[in-house]
């Protein structure tokens, strides 16, 4: 069963690494009068060599402090830690976890019982070792996750593996029980793709089978039935997309006594077409608006409209959710139930299922509240969840769908350290397990405040400081923001901030500007296409906010974001220079005439708009930072930085940039990770070094009589 396969591909999508192919690598045609075209040639050499110097300036700037030293040795300790959660996956009768540590780098995939989960110290059974696996094949092996098999008694898994951390992967049948790669078992090429397990001798597999069968965005577009024993070149095609398209891919719900199959294809990132695929390969289309998501649970289909939905006599709102029959629904029987209908201030963040019950994560405010809905004859019976938590950020997830109504409650918050709560529906959850204090939040506090954007909507956002904190605007201030693909920034433990800038005495603020999910799909619908620009106008008013209620002033006042924040980033340095005494920009989207041909760019065009389109690229321009910045105009200080690996947010954006800036003669500096993808880092040691790069420029621009130790 696949809960939540909606969000997987948008998070995947959106966020965060392929090795690139020559053909992918070079800079494409056109736009001959970008002098800088050629940054986007990902591994040519000259482009390299013009990385490695910009590497070693920024290393001589930032990295050669005792202070930049301590911060990354603190990091790493701290992504290290033993202490950390280890959270599992309940399958079959094991649980499995895969986890990274100081001795284990690339990490470990290893399963235990319940009964040793829940002591101190669990036994852990070793599946793969991926440090020694890339030892053994000279390969920088990636963990990119597992599917397995529940038929022939979880024993088969199909690994997906990638070189330095990439979107792209290889996909490998492993032996569970064995610890071996399956020979002359299911294993497909390096792509961005999947495969789903339809039984233990055939996969649907979506895929890069050569010339012709991706998309535009760089995703598969076919869909195809490959049987043990057979080449993948004798695979049989099941459904097929068009080039233009987004994606497409297939699922499988495996729950015993309501086994089905799907197949989907995404035309744009917001919209989509589900079609159940039965034994025969026949394909019935599910008739849902285009741009709503479903899931399935046991008997029942679980639709969230994008946008006002009438069936028959009723019209259901948008980011509502609405429950049916799925079998009678697909008969042509419309007798819909509504389970939640979002506030003004609500919005639904998720949902899951035990055996028997579905709970509904409703956050209010950007806050959470949890509710049990059980389904009984003709309607849904609601109810509060039993024990939960106040004023801190949760996740619920079923333990076993099938088996019970156990579930984990993940519990976190600004200074509150991650729990891990076991509990079953009506009864109170027990602690299990808890992160330590891994750094010193003891003077510290949470408030949230709420400030009028240009257009009088009223925008919500978060300030983690000191009590007591002077308000005479001398307090080193970090801004961090988002703003795109109905993702919702909520509160949550971050010991790296914690260690590396609230520790020193900096104040640290996340703006929930519109973009995101926190009020639901109007939200975000709010700052698409030609209203991009009200997602930076929020963020500047909180910056203003922040200014004018003395927290801080603009020589102390820094910004943070990264892919879409890169984007955010971009635009605040290019619209709002007067508001930042330093910005982080990182893997960030920032030449919008090109990205839409850049790797997964065109993906995103429901997002931000077509610039081969004549009428949109007369918005898009004016958030394209790349086209807006200009020589006359002084800019804050500047650091850049981004992945070579990096195969979602072409590096050539935050290098044309650079460059660009450089030669114009601003003030800005640029670090670009060899390793790593849209995640910046491939392990926790690359991770620590460029969370103390940044927070290290940023320390010495927003608090420049603080002295550094040499």
Not at 54 to 74: G, H, I, P, Y
């Amino acid at each position: 069963m696949n809960w939540n396969i909606v969000a997987f591909v948008a998070l995947n999508l959106a966020l965060a690494p392929l090795l690139l192919t020559a053909a992918e690598a070079q800079p494409q045609e056109g736009h001959c009068d970008d002098q800088y075209l050629w940054l986007e040639d990902v591994t040519g050499q000259k482009a390299l060599d013009w990385v490695g110097q910009r590497n070693q300036e920024s290393m001589a700037e930032l990295a050669e402090s005792q202070d930049f030293l301590n911060t990354r040795t603190r990091l790493q300790a701290i992504f290290d830690s033993d202490d950390r959660i280890a959270y599992v996956d309940k399958i079959g009768p094991y649980y499995y976890n895969f986890w990274k540590d100081s001795k284990n780098p690339k990490g470990l995939w290893r399963r235990t019982t319940l009964e040793s989960y829940k002591t101190e110290s669990p036994q852990w059974e070793i599946l793969l070792d991926l440090d020694a696996l890339g030892a053994a094949e000279k390969e920088g092996w990636v963990w990119q996750g597992a599917s397995i098999l529940k038929e022939g008694g979880y024993r088969h898994a199909l690994l997906s593996l990638s070189r330095g951390g990439a979107d792209a992967s290889v996909i490998r049948e492993f032996d569970i029980e064995t610890r071996t790669f399956v020979v002359d078992g299911f294993n497909l090429p390096e792509a961005k793709g999947d495969a789903s397990w339809l039984n233990k001798d055939a996969l649907l597999v979506a895929t890069d089978f050569g010339p012709g069968t991706m998309t535009t965005s760089g995703y598969p577009r076919i869909v195809k039935l490959w049987k043990r024993g057979t080449p993948l070149e004798k695979a049989v095609t099941v459904f097929e997309g068009q080039p233009t398209d987004m994606i497409v891919g297939a699922y499988v719900d495996d729950t015993k006594g309501f086994e089905r199959t799907f197949i989907f294809k995404m035309p744009s990132f917001y919209t989509r077409e589900t079609f159940l695929y039965a034994a025969d390969g026949a394909l019935k289309k599910i008739q849902l608006p285009d741009d709503a998501t479903m899931a399935v649970w046991r008997e029942w289909l679980l639709v969230r409209p994008r946008t006002p939905w009438t069936v028959g006599t009723q019209t259901f709102p948008a980011g509502s959710l609405v429950a049916t029959d799925f079998r009678a629904f697909l008969d042509g029987k419309q007798e819909m139930t509504l389970l939640f209908s979002p506030e003004q201030n609500q919005s639904l963040r998720a949902f899951s299922a035990t055996k028997r019950f579905l709970i509904l994560n409703v956050i209010e405010d950007v806050q959470n509240r949890l509710t049990v809905l059980t389904p009984a004859p003709g309607k849904w019976i609601p109810a509060p969840m039993t024990g939960v938590p106040e004023f801190s950020t949760l996740a619920v997830r079923p333990i076993d769908h099938e088996e019970s109504d156990d579930y984990w409650m993940d519990v976190t918050g600004f200074l509150t350290p991650t729990s891990l709560y076991m509990g079953s529906v009506g009864k109170q959850p027990a602690l299990l397990k808890q992160t330590p204090p891994l750094y010193n939040a003891q003077n510290l506090e949470v408030s949230q405040h709420f400030v009028a954007s240009k257009d009088g909507t009223r925008i919500p956002y978060f300030q983690v400081s000191k009590k007591g904190m002077p308000l005479d605007g001398s307090t080193p201030t970090l801004l961090y923001g988002y703003g795109g693909f109905e993702i919702s920034l909520m509160p949550s433990y971050n010991p790296g901030v914690g260690a590396a800038w609230l520790e020193k005495g900096g104040a640290y603020v996340v703006a929930n500007i519109r973009g995101g999910g926190e009020y639901g799909p109007a939200w975000h619908q709010a700052a698409l296409k030609a209203n991009r620009m009200r997602a930076y106008e929020d963020f500047a008013a909180v910056a203003t906010d922040l200014v004018e209620r003395k927290v801080t002033s603009v020589p102390h006042l820094g910004m943070q974001g990264g892919s879409n924040g890169g984007l955010l980033m971009g635009n605040m340095l290019t619209h709002f220079p007067h508001l930042a005494a330093a910005i982080v920009c990182q893997v960030p989207l920032l030449d919008m005439k090109r990205y839409s041909k850049l790797l997964a760019g065109a993906s995103w065009m429901a997002e931000y708009g077509d610039p081969d389109k004549p009428e949109e690229w007369e918005f898009i321009k004016s958030f394209s930072a790349y086209h807006n910045v200009k020589a006359d105009t002084k800019y804050p200080p500047t650091l850049f930085m981004t992945s070579t690996r990096d195969d979602r947010v072409h590096p050539g954006h935050a290098r044309k940039m650079m460059a660009k800036m450089k030669d114009m003669g601003h003030d800005v500096r640029y670090y670009e990770n060899i390793e790593g993808g849209h995640g910046g880092a491939a392990d926790n040691k690359q991770r620590a070094h460029m969370w103390a790069l940044a927070f290290q420029f940023l320390w010495q621009k927003l608090n420049p009589a603080s002295p550094t130790q040499n």
